[in-house]
């Protein structure tokens, strides 16, 4: 292999391979979860419910002599918060590690690349909030306008491979690129919004703990330990300060480093020199010598340190994240129970997150990205014209994920009527989710032609 040759094959298809399996993990975590998510429902009416309600009731214990990690103001976790609240926290940190990488070498790195999806997120985020509060009915219900909100990642693109081919590389990016400014938004809303009870004493220490990881990435600490042990210290402290402990995730993740040990040139010239100490030809079952083997060992401490902790972070957690936290999360949190089901409760919280995450967001994407490109400031995407446009929009409102999070957090904990409009908000949203989802791929499948026609 040629020089050049293999610096070109560094260079490209190295890089390019993480993308692939970026979005085939998306893609399949979506199934996943949609299958997943009838189970719990299936489950949630039938003769097991009790048995499934008990077991989301047992109590999560991590001991150290008298110190319980999984503990919040000497309340022990039960199975449904520690999803919620400890396993959904490496899922904010995933998003975390997403929203970095992409300011800094992605589709937010630049105010030009990414203004206009960034419109089209403000869009889908604000008119839909707006539809709810419209058409909500008054009291308790309104704590949930933040619900329509978000987009699923894993969904709507999921929805947008199944026309394989048909959809250009723009419309992917736009739409993954405003879904990542809507996690943005959702973040700040659980910081804000779903925060009470502020004890300083928990969030000075928390801030100290922060300093130290920031302290850490200026003097190029790359240990992956070193950052997952403060970041689980965080937690405990934003779990106990009143601050939502998932926010602790994207925190540390931004303190990750996104800068590698070694640099790709010096790597490559570092496996050169290694390849050209190993013997050219083998015979038989060849046993490594101990030059070999220390070689070999060289290369592989080399192969980690060209990989920067967020990208490591990032690689090693998709697994754990679309096939572990988010089915976990969705067989707790997707079940519903439709005993006592009628007219008026589907006109209640049901109707209002279904018309605003199918109507606000596909309105408010729209009319804000129209906007924005009609006025002659911004242009449109390559292959992108309105049409498409309105077919991502709708795919815009598929929100499950966040949205069930956000739920959760705004009517769970709200006595007596809480558990009922917890209810009604999962049927809206994943009634919401499926619709807006089969009118998005619908309307793309007649929109969107093959790229030589």
């Not at 690349?113 to 008054?138: D, R």
């Not at 308790?140 to 699923?152: F, L, S, Y």
């Not at 010239?269 to 013997?279: G, K, N, S, V």
Request: aromatic share 12%.
């Amino acid at each position: 292999m040629s020089q050049s040759t293999f610096s070109q094959f560094m260079n490209k298809d190295l890089l390019k391979v993480p993308i692939r399996l970026f979005m085939k993990a998306k893609v399949n975590s979506g199934v996943i979860l949609l299958v997943v998510a009838a189970i719990a429902m299936i489950i949630a009416n039938s003769p097991f419910s009790s048995q499934y309600h008990a077991l989301l009731s047992q109590e999560v214990v991590l001991r150290f002599g008298n110190f319980n990690l999984f503990q919040a103001h000497g309340h022990n976790m039960n199975l449904l918060e520690f999803i919620n609240d400890a396993l959904m926290t490496i899922f904010f940190f995933s998003v975390g590690l997403e929203i970095k990488r992409e300011t800094l070498v992605g589709e937010l790195s630049s105010l030009r690349k990414a203004l206009l999806p960034v419109i089209a997120a403000c869009g889908g985020m604000i008119l839909p909030v707006l539809l709810f509060f419209l058409i909500s009915p008054s009291g308790a219900a309104a704590k949930g306008a933040a619900i329509p909100m978000a987009t699923d990642i894993a969904f709507s693109l999921g929805v947008l491979s199944l026309l394989g081919k048909k959809v250009p590389l723009s419309l992917k990016i736009f739409l993954t690129t405003f879904a990542v400014a809507d996690d943005i938004g959702g973040i700040i809303v659980i910081g804000v919004f779903y925060s009470s009870g502020i004890i300083l004493k928990y969030l000075l220490w928390s801030l100290l703990v922060i300093g130290i990881l920031y302290i850490g990435n200026r003097l190029n600490i790359y240990s992956k330990l070193f950052y997952i042990f403060f970041g689980v210290i965080i937690w405990y402290l934003f779990l106990n300060s009143g601050i939502h402990p998932t926010i602790a995730g994207v925190i540390v993740a931004f303190t990750v480093p996104a800068r590698p040990k070694f640099d790709l040139a010096q790597y490559s010239e570092d496996l050169r020199a290694c390849i050209a100490r190993l013997p050219e030809k083998i015979y038989g079952n060849h046993m490594l010598s101990n030059t070999e083997l220390s070689i070999l060992k060289h290369i592989e401490s080399a192969s980690d340190k060209v990989i920067s902790p967020l990208q490591s972070f990032e690689d090693n957690l998709h697994p754990l994240v679309n096939y572990i936290v988010m089915p976990l999360f969705a067989f707790a949190n997707a079940s519903i129970n439709f005993s006592g089901f009628n007219l008026d409760s589907l006109q209640g919280v049901t109707t209002t997150l279904f018309l605003s995450l199918v109507f606000g967001k596909l309105i408010g994407i729209f009319s804000f990205t129209w906007l924005a490109t009609k006025s002659g400031l911004l242009s449109m995407p390559e292959r992108m014209n309105n049409q498409s446009l309105f077919g991502v929009a709708l795919l815009g409102g598929i929100g499950f994920t966040v949205s069930l999070f956000i739920a959760n957090l705004s009517y769970a904990n709200i006595p007596e009527i809480g558990a009922e409009l917890l209810n009604q908000a999962k049927l809206g949203i994943i009634s919401g989710s499926v619709f807006a989802g089969i009118c998005g791929y619908s309307v793309l499948k007649r929109v969107l032609k093959p790229e030589n026609t």
